[in-house]
């Protein structure tokens, strides 16, 4: 059961570490890596925003090697499973659900999934450094669902 909050805790503890690194690093100093993100190229699939995947997947890697080789910090593996089930959450709304990168889950139609597409559409809208909005995955600010709850009243 201990095992099991560590990962949950770490789990919901990342996506304030993602909004904290998306606010701070990709729209501060790590904005060359992050700028192609908002000003897309249609002729590539890939990005230097891509990188981000490798630098934010080394935190888990590593805790999932060292918990998994060295029994004293042997909590680390669990700390690295919330961070890589994160990560795989990130990936599947961001990269799939909401920029469609893999043509899947086009039709996922729910208020919670329509709140999250509505507030990194308004992420994007943005595209400079400057002046962004809703810098988190997967709880965007409240009115976002208020929105998509109100639009699943009217279409009901």
């Not at 890697?61 to 669990?78: Q, R, V």
């Not at 597409?117 to 002046?131: F, G, I, P, S, V």
């Amino acid at each position: 059961m201990y095992n099991a909050l560590i990962i949950l805790a770490t789990f919901v503890g990342m996506e304030g570490v993602a909004w904290c690194a998306h606010k701070f690093l990709m729209h501060g100093f790590l904005w060359n890596l992050h700028e192609d993100h908002h000003k897309k190229n249609p002729t590539s699939f890939f990005e230097k925003n891509d990188y981000f995947f490798v630098i934010f997947a080394a935190p888990g890697i590593a805790c999932l090697a060292i918990g998994t080789f060295y029994e004293p910090l042997h909590w680390l593996m669990f700390i690295g499973t919330g961070i890589t089930i994160y990560g795989f959450a990130y990936f599947m709304v961001h990269d799939i659900f909401i920029h469609q990168r893999f043509k899947i889950l086009r039709n996922s139609d729910s208020f919670y999934f329509r709140a999250i597409r509505r507030a990194h559409k308004m992420h994007h809208k943005h595209l400079d450094k400057e002046e962004g909005e809703c810098f988190g995955m997967l709880w965007v600010p409240l009115k976002y669902f208020i929105e998509a709850l109100k639009r699943n009243k009217i279409h009901a």
